[in-house]
Every structure is written in C-alpha cells, then in structure tokens.
C-alpha cells in the first residue's frame, strides 16, 4: 500500500477512490449528480486497517479540488463532509 503522500487515487465517475494492492476499495467518496451543476456528497468511507492517517481528509480534499475544475458547486449530507467543510472555509464557495 502507497503511502498517504502518494495516494493514487482512481476519479471515477462521481466518486474518487483508492484501491489497495489487491484492487480492493479501502478508501472511497461519493458524489452523485443532483443536476447538471451540483453533487451532493453523500458518503465517505476509509476502511479500519487505513484510519487515522488522513486519508479522508485527502479524499475530500480532492473532491473539492474536483468540483472548482469542473465550476460545480455541492450539497453535503455525509456527516464527515459537513465536518471537514466547516474546518477547510477556504473552500466554502463550492457549497450550495
């Protein structure tokens, strides 16, 4: 397993995930569409073995990295999102 610094982290289609050596999902954020300019983050998952080390905080990180590209703006009902959004207001534009 990479380390947290060189995360690969797959952007699949509404989703960004990291994958094991396995090919095994350890770590994941979902964003499905609302409409053709919002998401709604909806789930954040990383897996028992990885916690602790940030890896959600990377995976939300690169979300709202991913939704400033793509000038999309997000809705939040993932308990975690909510949290890491009100401690990272540097990207608070993004949220709907």
């Known amino acids: 397993m990479k380390g947290v610094g060189s995360m690969d982290l797959k952007y699949e289609s509404n989703r960004i995930a990291l ?3 396995e090919n095994e999902l350890v770590a994941v954020v979902d964003f499905p569409a ?3 300019n919002t998401v709604d983050i ?3 998952f990383v897996d028992d073995s990885l916690r602790g080390q940030g890896i959600a905080g990377k995976l939300m990180e690169a979300v709202a ?3 400033l590209t793509q000038n999309k703006k997000a ?3 993932c308990s975690y999102a909510k949290n890491w959004f009100e401690k990272h207001s540097e990207y608070s534009q ?3």
């Open 65 to 67: 990295k991913e939704l």
């Open 75 to 77: 809705i939040v009902s």
């Open 94 to 96: 993004i949220l709907k």
């Open 34 to 36: 609302v409409d053709n």
């Open 42 to 44: 909806n789930h954040t």
């Open 19 to 21: 994958y094991n050596d």
